[in-house]
């Protein structure tokens, strides 16, 4: 750990970008923080280099990705189906089951290092997920978290309990990678093919679905300005 604690965040909007460009810029950064905490051991403490932070906002063109430790037997759609449905599949080394990103989704991609907030991976997920139960309060939805199950819920305990934001990320030497998807307008059809995250029993819903209306392009940036705010609360960070 660095002398200082750096809470500051440097927010990139990505915009629409294919899966791969996206993971291999968040590599990237990742790779540039290790290099640095890496660096910073054979430095003084009055050497030390502050590490950096990122938040970057993208959204993805139709994808399904799996993490390191899926079962591919979660997606249920073949190679002719992928085409039609103009798809791709991508495996990923989050951590987590299969899981859908497209047109409508916000997907966050926080590249932290947790020396400067909590070197606790159990929190940081407790803590995104806090993020986005606070977001979507703002619209009238009670979130909730899901025992044993990553990620916000709705209903949780019913028949009819459902996921409207996904969550899976990677760590090395205590910097995060991936990170989580608030379905918005998203088409919920994709989620038909795959058993989404590996669970069978549970549904997925958007905040288009729940609240029964499309969100404007204006109204989808007020979804984001509403994460980065929960988000520099809950991380007791701040965005420069």
């Known amino acids: 750990m660095t002398s200082t604690q750096n809470r500051t965040l440097q927010f990139q909007e990505l915009g629409l970008m294919d899966y791969e460009p996206a993971f ?7 790779k540039e923080i290790i290099d640095l905490k890496l660096a910073n051991r ?3 403490d009055d050497e030390q280099v502050e590490t950096p932070n990122y ?8 994808v399904y990705t799996i993490g390191k430790s899926g079962d591919e037997h979660n997606m249920l ?3 002719r189906k992928l085409e039609e449905i103009n798809a791709t599949y991508v495996k990923t080394n989050r951590g987590g089951d299969i899981t859908y990103h497209g047109f409508g989704q916000i997907v966050g991609y926080p590249i ?3 020396d400067n907030f909590k070197s606790d991976i159990h929190l940081y997920m407790r803590n995104l997920e806090e993020v986005i139960i606070r977001t979507i309060a703002e619209y009238g939805l009670k979130g909730e978290r899901s025992e044993g199950e990553t990620g916000v819920w709705l209903d949780v305990g019913k028949p009819y309990a459902r996921k409207i934001c996904a969550m899976g990320v990677k760590t090395s030497k205590w910097v995060t ?3 989580l998807a608030l379905n918005v307008n998203t088409d919920l059809r994709y989620f038909e093919y795959i058993i989404a995250c590996g669970i069978k029993d549970k549904g997925v819903t958007s905040l288009q679905r729940e609240l029964e209306r499309e969100f404007s392009e204006e ?6 300005e509403k994460i980065k705010k929960h ?10």
């Open 219 to 224: 109204e989808m940036a007020e979804v984001k």
């Open 42 to 44: 054979n430095r003084t």
């Open 24 to 30: 291999e810029f968040q590599e990237k950064l990742m």
């Open 231 to 240: 988000f520099c609360d809950v991380f007791e960070a701040q965005i420069v």
């Open 55 to 62: 938040l970057l906002f993208v959204e993805h063109p139709h």
């Open 77 to 79: 759609a073949n190679a």
């Open 177 to 179: 990678m991936h990170g």
């Open 112 to 114: 932290l290092d947790l």
